[in-house]
């Protein structure tokens, strides 16, 4: 954009230049016409430069070189020289620059409305799409806290439903609890009534910490079989009975090292538990305190129940060992006998039932 320079600048150019002295003679021809070509150079308004300069030096006159005249100015001197052919095309061709500059700024407005209204569209387009954008995450953010909140109740309900349930589990729990301790001390009461522990005929028999099923296997040992308890045992009865009832009596001697002596010794109380059970209170008229603890033990259903569990591993496990064991098998062959004996035994350990399938 060209530079302007108006009256004020002028002047206070003039007045700085003067340092304050106000004469005209200070101010050279030479100055002035400095003054005016620059002003022209910076295309200002060279009737205000020269009006302001001829109000300072009236005898300042405009150099030829620099003076400006108009085409309509051009035109008349032309006219008046009578080369109007000239004057006419220079008129014209000013009149088309003037024309040219008229459709070139029609244009260049149009281009500017053209693209203000480009720019318009576009940030139109762009605010909507903003908003667009803003109702997309605001429905997203939305619909998220809705899941969440869905999910908080949902585990509220869940940990409240949890909470219940425990409280019902626990109390059932309690109850079961409770009636498993009436079942047991009812269990121990109906298994007192034939047990030698509770019988008040046996309250100063000696008592120890031997397991009941034990303490009957012995006791029927020493009583009814070889070696045993002469004084206190009925040895010669129980045989004579065996005869009468043409059996043979196969309760063993309880005095041995034996490490199955026990298992067998429970096999054959398995089988003469009837017999003897007859034969106490039938041929037996007056029984020591001894022959009623044996009784009473095999009258005892969880007693006979520990002696049947004895005598099934008696008669697959320590009985076969043991006779493999007296038998003349080598040792690295021993291998045959374990292998089938460890799959029997891990069958047991799932069903257990086969074991007592055979009497």
């Not at 000239?86 to 620059?97: C, F, K, P, V």
């Not at 009814?224 to 206190?232: H, I, Q, R, T, V």
């Not at 569990?309 to 008669?315: E, N």
């Amino acid at each position: 954009m060209a530079t302007v320079v108006d009256r004020d600048e002028i002047q206070a150019i003039l007045s700085k230049t003067w340092n304050g002295a106000m004469s005209t003679a200070a101010i050279t021809a030479e100055f002035f016409t400095m003054m005016y070509e620059e002003a022209c150079q910076n295309s200002a308004p060279y009737k205000h430069i020269e009006e302001s300069l001829k109000f300072y030096c009236p005898d300042f006159e405009v150099p030829k070189n620099l003076k400006r005249d108009t085409p309509q100015k051009k035109f008349t001197e032309l006219s008046k020289e009578g080369n109007k052919c000239h004057a006419e095309e220079l008129l014209s061709t000013d009149l088309a620059s003037y024309l040219n500059k008229t459709v070139n700024n029609k244009q260049s407005k149009q281009c500017n409305r053209e693209y203000q209204c480009h720019r318009k569209t576009e940030m139109k387009l762009l605010i909507q799409n903003i908003k667009l954008q803003k109702e997309v995450i605001a429905s997203a953010y939305k619909r998220k806290t809705d899941e969440l909140q869905k999910q908080k109740v949902d585990y509220e309900n869940q940990k409240q439903k949890n909470i219940t349930l425990n409280k019902k589990n626990i109390e059932l729990l309690q109850l079961n609890q409770d009636n498993e301790k009436v079942l047991k001390q009812k269990q121990k009461k109906e298994d007192r009534k034939n047990r030698q522990d509770s019988n008040p005929a046996f309250k100063n028999y000696r008592q120890n910490s031997e397991p009941a099923a034990f303490r009957a296997i012995r006791t029927v040992s020493e009583c009814l079989g070889p070696n045993g308890d002469a004084k206190n045992g009925a040895r010669q009865q129980w045989l004579a009975y065996c005869k009468m009832l043409n059996k043979k009596s196969h309760i063993n001697s309880y005095r041995s090292n034996r490490f199955n002596n026990l298992y067998d010794g429970a096999n054959y109380v398995l089988i003469h538990k009837n017999d003897i059970i007859d034969f106490l209170n039938i041929h037996i008229c007056d029984p020591n305190l001894k022959l009623k603890s044996v009784l009473c033990e095999l009258s005892c259903e969880k007693v006979y129940t520990h002696i049947v569990c004895l005598a099934a591993i008696g008669r697959y496990v320590t009985s076969p060992f043991w006779n493999l064991v007296n038998s003349n098998e080598h040792y690295l062959d021993l291998y045959k006998f374990f292998n089938p004996l460890y799959k029997r035994m891990e069958s047991w350990t799932e069903n257990c039932n086969i074991i007592l399938m055979e009497k």
